[in-house]
């Protein structure tokens, strides 16, 4: 049952914020989110969480580490 939590979660996470979305938000530089108002931007954008994003972001390889992923949740 959890598993298919899971992939019903990512399904979703990738429906609301598509992987090319992270790609343009992030200017296809590792944590280039976390610059300006990227981040904030994106949610504004997609009506979506800070953890969604921050999670999608960390899932698709955008960001580097969970302390960054970490940071951006308690940024918003």
Known sequence: MASRRRRSGAFAAEFLLPTSALQEASKGVLDGITEGTSFA?????FGVGANAAAFQLWNQGFLSSTETRDDLIASA
């Open 41 to 45: 931007d994106l949610l504004d954008r």
